[in-house]
Structure formats: C-alpha cells, structure tokens
C-alpha cells in the first residue's frame, strides 16, 4: 500500500473512532437517574384502525391485555389479504404519580416505525397524535409528546399508545422514556441528530460537492465528474426518506415511494459507472445488468402501473431486491480493483465493499429483523464516500502537480540542451562570421591599396624609369601615397557613426600637406546627426572622396585659403570644401579622379557636386542619414 493510501485509511478510520467514541461520551453523560426507562408495557392488538386522523378519545375495546417487553416487534404477515382492515395496537403504561418539574414532563420514544399513524393518550385524553403521511411519518422520526403542558396540568397517571396499521405490514416500537424535559432534551437532541439531521446536513454538503463536480465537468469534460454530480442528486434525492414525514408530503406518497426506491436503483447504477471510470478493467456486462434492473424496477413499481396496497404490502421487497443486485456488484467491482492495482480504484471499492454490511443493517432494520433502537447507518456511510471522492480530487490533484513537475523538468533539461547547442551553433556561427569579415576586410584592403597607392607607386615608377620625374615629383607622389597608405589604416578605426570624428582623423593627417603648400585651413564644422550606417568601408569611400577633393584644390586650383563646413539639409548631411582659386568646371576638366569620386559617392548612397562660386571652387559631398 502507497504512503497516499495509508494516511487515508488511518484518516478515515480515526474519524469513525471519533465519532464513536463521542456517541459513547455523550450516552454516558446522558442523565439516567431523574427520567424513567420504560422497558415492559401492557400489549393488546385487534382490527378496525384506521389511516384517518386518530379520535382524541383514547377508549379501548375489550380485549385482553398481555404483559411484553420493550422493544416490542409485530412482524410483517405473509398472507394477508389486500383489503383487510387496518390493524390496531394498543400499549399501555401505568406512570403512577410523577412529581411536576419546572420544565414540564415529557414522553420520549426513541423509534416507532410501520406503515400507520400513532396517536399517545394520557388518562384516556389525546395529547399527540401523527399528522404526516401514513407510510413515512413512522419511519425515523423520534417523537417527543409533552404530558403535563409543561407544569400547567397535572401529569396523567396511564398512558396509552394507540398504532394504527397495515393489515400486511409489519411494526415496532422502541422502549420508553418518561421524566422532566431538561433531562430527557439531550438524549432527544443526539437521537434526533443521529437519525435525521445528519442525513438534512450530508444532504447540504453532497449538493455543494455535486455542484463543483459539474464544474469541474464543464471545464474539463472528465466523465468521472459528472457521474459523481449524478451520484450527488440522487443520493439526495434517496436520502430525502431519512428526515421528512412529519409534514404532509409535498407529492403524493406513492410518487415519494417510488422516487426513493428507483434513486436507490439508479444510485447503484452510477456507482458502479462511475468506478468503471476509475478502474478500467472492470466488466461492463454488470453495468447493463444494473440499468436493466433500474428499468424494471422503475416499471414495476410505476403507480400509474401498480396497486398502492400491494406495493405498501411489500415495501422492503425492492431495497433487498436492490442489495442482491448491489453486493455482487460491488464484489465483482473489488476484484477488479485489486486485479487492475490503482489507488483511486482501491480506495473508491473499498468504501463500497464497507457499505455492504451497512445496506444489510439497514434493510434489517427496515425489516424489523433487528432491535428499532438502533440507527440506519447509510446516512453515515457517506461520509467515506465524501471523503472518497475528495481523496480522488486530491490524488489527482497531487498527480497533476507531480506531472507538471516531471514535465517542467524535462522542459528545463531539454531548454539546457538546446541552449548548449545554440551556444556552440552560435559560436561556430561567429568563428565563421569571424572568419568572413577578416576575409572580406582582407580583400578590401589589398583592393583599396591596389586601387589606390598601388597604382599610383606602379605609374611613378614607370615615369622614373623613363626618367620623366623630376625629384620634386618624385617626393610628392609618395607624399600622396603615404596619406593615402594612413587614410587606409585610419578607416579601420572605429569612428562609432560620427562624421565629425572622421573629418577630425582627416584634417590630422593632412595637415602638414597642407601647410607645407601655404594654403590656409578654415575649419567651420558643426555637429550633425549619427550616421548609423558608417562601417570601414564606407568610411574609407568618405575619406578617399575628401582626400581627392583636397588634393584637387592644391594640384589645380592655386588657392591660397580652403574652408571645411558641414551641415544638415535634405534628410542628410553635407561637407563643403570651398577654395578661392582659379575656378573649376566640372564638366570641362572630368576625368578619372572625379569619375571616381562620384563611383565612391554613390556605393555609400551620397551625391557630388561642384560649382563655381565668386572668388573660387565649391565642392559639396551629401550623404543620407540612413540606407535603405
């Protein structure tokens, strides 16, 4: 057995312990000693009662009275005719003189149960007699008759019980009490409790879990659910036999009969529907069998169908019909548990394999086959099929957290797993990337000094081979290979999208070009916007369009003052170089270099521009804020 298992049977079974145990206390501390304990009354019983409201005169026929004890049993006769008279059964009782009390003195009978009404006459005077339904107000109710309207009358010093009932039914009575109300309340009080409160209360909580079982239903359509909220109804509906009667019925009796005895039916059907949903390996043959029993019971004691006489005559029949069906059930039912080794299913057919002997009491009880004062048991029972049913919700509960858990942690290790895969993917992914942008920074490089200081080193020295350069020449086109081996090495610095940081590392290196040709710098840059997309080759193609454009301004325009500005227009910026030379038009003089300079300003998605402005040259490079 699981420790889950364990803790609920030692659960369950304290609380029955308890319970017992409390009984017992509260029996004990009962006041015994100021009430009297009838146990031995006169008897005489005859023909001619009747279902009618009793007479209030309490005149008994001749007769001869026979002494009898108390619990007294009139069993139910096999052959009596349909239409005979109802029976009548008189019990007398001789008080004598009974001291007045404060509180008033009081009759207390623990049980009377036939199918009849009861009337209690004191010195031949009516002081009760039943008002409710023949057939249930004997049922479960202890009666409680006040004899000396609470110290206003002198106490009767005879009492008699008058019983009317069924010709073909059976009957008894429990011994008697008589005392003072404050001593006899408590033990009224308990029995009342026992045996038709506890019924009213369990009523209440099983509507209230057969409710949250249909909810849970609706939101998850488990069918385990919804019988059990089918289970709830009905047993409500049975148990409804337990504590009404004193009252004229609601519907008629038959109808309440009928209601009760095919509940007890269609309870045992869901039962074992809903046991097959926690053992699945059970036999479904008995289910049928069950449902056809339901069917044929509802028929048969249909009272659109029947004879109400004959179906009062048999009233215990049905309940032991629906225990010989319910006890082989509910063995199959366990042997299919322990076969099938579930806990929900374990724990759900032992409750029932413990109701068994409780059905067999009870209809032992009904039968008047066992002493009256005892107490119908089903009412108790349900309290382990409550806790059944919560231990279910619980285990489940349990479980579902336990899958969650297991579920989860496999959800982290996988999670682990991939996150160990995307981290050697990624960095294979980066080594590789790594490897592509050192390889294309490689070609660039080797390309932009091929392009550039490579091929201007490869004309100098085809020109110096020839003897066509001057020393003069000579130092000036390494001059211009130098800067153009620094502009290179100076792209490749990270500049952060900052144009003004770019123009800066190009003013540095040129200028001691440009001192050393006496033209004058004017540096009126302004701060302008981030270009987000400015990456080492794009600074590079910047740097080169400049660096072009200055060497320009000192090769051909005889300038002797270049202004650097830049500014913000067009959804881009700008950088001006503006001389006081000679003049320039770009169309007459276009060659390779200027070619160039547009080739560069359109791969970084700029423009160029030259015009001709008074006093000189006007050289204007845009480029966008953003690429596309």
Known sequence: MKPASKVYWLLSLATLALAAAMVLWLEHRLDNTSAQHIEQAQWMTGSGGSFAPLPPEGTVADGSWQTRALPLTWP????????????????????????????????????????????????????????????????????????????????????????????????????????????????????????????????????????????????????????????????????????????????????????????????????????????????????????????????????????????????????????????????????????????????????????????????????????????????????????????????????????????????????????????ASYEQLRSAQQRQVLSQERQRLMQDIHDGMGSQLMSALKVAESGGLSEAQMALVLRECIDDLKLTVDSLEPVEADLLLLLATLRYRLAPRLESSGLRLRWEVVDVPALTWLDPRSALHVLRILQEGISNTLQHASATELRVATGEAEGGVFVLLVDNGQGFQPKVHMGRGLSNMARRAHAIGGTVAWDAVPGGTQFRLWLPLRIC
């Open 76 to 423: 139910q006769p096999l052959q009596a005719p349909l239409d005979a008279s109802p029976r009548l059964t008189w019990l007398q009782v001789n008080v004598g003189d009974l001291p007045a009390t404060p509180g008033g003195l009081v009759l207390y009978l623990p049980r009377w149960q036939t199918i009849g009404r009861i009337a209690v006459y004191g010195d031949d005077k009516l002081l009760f007699r039943s008002v409710g339904d023949a057939v249930w107000n004997g049922f479960n109710h202890p009666l409680w008759v006040p004899l000396d309207a609470h110290g206003t009358v002198p106490a009767p010093r005879l009492l008699r019980l008058r019983i009317d009932s069924l010709a073909n039914a059976g009957g008894t009575v429990s011994s008697l009490w008589i005392g003072p109300a404050e001593a006899l309340l408590p033990r009224y009080r308990l029995r009342r409790m026992l045996q038709t409160g506890l019924a009213e209360v369990m009523g209440m909580a099983f509507l209230g879990l057969g409710g949250f079982a249909f909810a849970v239903w609706l939101l998850r359509e488990e069918r385990t659910y919804l019988l059990f909220a089918l289970f709830t109804l009905l047993w409500v509906l049975r148990s409804q036999r337990f504590h009404v009667g004193l009252e004229p019925l609601t519907l008629p009796s038959v109808w309440f009969g009928w209601m009760t005895i095919n509940a007890g039916n269609a309870l045992l059907v869901t039962w074992y529907a809903f046991m097959c949903t926690l053992v699945p390996t059970a036999p479904r043959w008995p289910l049928k069998a069950l449902l056809g029993l339901l069917l044929l019971s509802s028929a048969v004691t249909l009272p659109l169908l029947s004879d109400t006489a004959w179906l009062n005559a048999l009233a215990p029949l049905p309940y032991l019909v629906t225990n010989l069906a319910g006890i082989p059930a509910t063995l199959l039912m366990v042997w299919a548990a322990w076969r099938h080794g579930g806990r929900e299913g374990m724990v759900a057919a032992s409750i029932g394999l413990l109701h068994v002997p409780v059905a067999v009491h009870d209809w032992m009880l009904q039968s008047y086959l066992v002493n009256p004062e005892h107490i119908y048991a089903w009412p108790f029972s349900t309290t382990l099929r409550l806790a059944m049913f919560l231990y279910v919700i619980l285990n489940r509960y349990v479980g579902a957290v336990d899958t969650a858990e297991q579920a989860n942690l496999r959800l982290a290790q996988r999670l682990r797993e991939r996150e160990t895969e995307l981290a």
